[in-house]
Nanobody
C-alpha cells in the first residue's frame, strides 16, 4: 500500500506559479512511477505529467509542455509539480498517482494509488 498526500494548491493570478508536492508513505517510493493528473469542474480527469521510477524520465501533456516541470526526490519520498505561466484553463483539482514500476501512462485507471487532490485556482 502507498498513501499519497498532495499539498501546495491555492489561488494564483494568471501568469503566476505554484509548486505542488505529493508525499508518499508506505512501501518503497523509488519503485513507483508517478503521475500528476487534473480534473477541471465537470470534466474528466486528464494526464498532466509523469516521471518513471527507474530513470526519472519525464513526460508531459502538450498543454503544459514548457510551463510545468515534474521531479522527484526519492530520499524524501516526494514528487513535485512546478507550474509556471499558469493560465485560467489550468484551474482544476490536481491529483498525484502511483503505479508500481513500468512506463508513464496517461490512463488514470492504470494507476494503483491516488491522493485526495489539491485545488488550483487561476484568476484571470
Amino acid at each position: 500500500q502507498v498513501q499519497l498526500v498532495e499539498a501546495g494548491g491555492g489561488l494564483v493570478q494568471a501568469g503566476g506559479s505554484l509548486r505542488l508536492s505529493c508525499a508518499a508513505s508506505g512501501r518503497s517510493f523509488s519503485v513507483y512511477t508517478m503521475g500528476w493528473f487534473r480534473q477541471p469542474p465537470g470534466k474528466v480527469r486528464e494526464f498532466v505529467a509523469g516521471i518513471t521510477w527507474s530513470t526519472s524520465s519525464t513526460y508531459y501533456a502538450d498543454s503544459v509542455k514548457g510551463r510545468f516541470t515534474i521531479s522527484r526526490d526519492n530520499a524524501k519520498n516526494t514528487v513535485y509539480l512546478q507550474m509556471n505561466s499558469l493560465k485560467p484553463e489550468d484551474a482544476a483539482v490536481y491529483y498525484c498517482a502511483a503505479k508500481p514500476r513500468g512506463n508513464v501512462v496517461t490512463t488514470p485507471s492504470l494507476y494503483n494509488y491516488w491522493g485526495q487532490g489539491t485545488q488550483v485556482t487561476v484568476a484571470s
